[in-house]
């Protein structure tokens, strides 16, 4: 079987997922966004990159499931607290190799551990499919509502996002719109209404609606891995609660961050 790389396991974390998790973050994603804050994923291999002090480190390790089983297993009695538990992240877990993936999640299920899947949803349905029955929550990544706009800034069009957002819906996954808030980007108000008129057209079950404010950190990452990076702005406070009030209005359950 072909073992994916993972180049961070995070505990304790409390924002991709309800609860204490422990994040699992697999390199590798098929689309690339401007604003990535973890451009050490987007490549699938294991590579070097400079760290805070200049030093050459390797970026990437392999972990068969048994090895992020036991992992995971050691802050079981946190997740149990907290109603936590895993989250499968990235650079884009849904491409890794689908057998693992599904061999990972399944042992996280029959060990009673929760699982979240942290998607940008540019994968093939028939890897959502495999593990759906296993799986407590998505965190679904919409980064822009207008397909030309959406391959502009991360390299594809959105209409394999637009598709497996549908169908997992349809398919009954309990879903958390993620929804990255960029200045003069995405979050203007016709950017809400398009999201909006989606979701309801299609009918679209959202569990709650997380608007994420874009942040520097990371952009470092880009000197010390030598590539190019672009800086955006972050929308004002005003303009966050009133993106997040026409949410709101239009009935969904709304927070600010993750």
Not at 9 to 24: E, M, N, V, W
Not at 190 to 218: A, C, R, V
């Amino acid at each position: 079987m072909d073992i994916p790389t993972v180049f961070n396991i995070q505990k304790f974390s409390i924002h991709d997922g309800p609860g204490i998790r422990t994040t699992i973050f697999f390199k590798g994603c098929p689309i690339k966004c401007l604003w990535c804050h973890n451009p050490e994923s987007q490549r699938y291999n294991v590579e070097e990159m400079q760290d805070s002090e200049g030093k050459t480190v390797v970026c990437g390790k392999k972990y068969t499931v048994k090895e992020l089983l036991k992992e995971a297993e050691k802050d079981i009695i946190f997740y149990e607290q907290s109603g936590g538990g895993v989250t499968l992240s990235g650079g884009e877990v849904m491409t890794q190799n689908s057998d693992y993936i599904t061999e990972l999640v399944k042992g996280l299920y029959y060990k009673g551990i929760s699982v979240c899947i942290d998607t940008c949803g540019v994968a093939r349905y028939t890897n959502f499919e495999r593990i759906l029955p296993y799986v407590d929550r998505f965190l679904y990544d919409l980064k822009l509502i207008d397909s030309d706009m959406h391959k502009f800034y991360t390299g594809v069009k959105n209409d394999l996002v637009l598709e497996n957002l549908k169908k997992l819906s349809d398919a009954g996954a309990v879903i958390d719109l993620r929804l990255i808030q960029l200045d003069k980007v995405n979050n203007r108000d016709e950017d809400t209404e398009n999201i909006l008129s989606y979701l309801k057209e299609n009918n679209i079950n959202i569990n709650k609606i997380h608007l994420l404010p874009y942040h520097k950190f990371g952009s470092d990452k880009y000197d010390r891995l030598n590539r190019e990076k672009v800086i955006f702005e972050t929308p004002s406070e005003e303009i966050l609660n009133n993106t997040k009030q026409r949410y709101e209005k239009a009935g969904y359950t709304t927070v600010l961050g993750g």
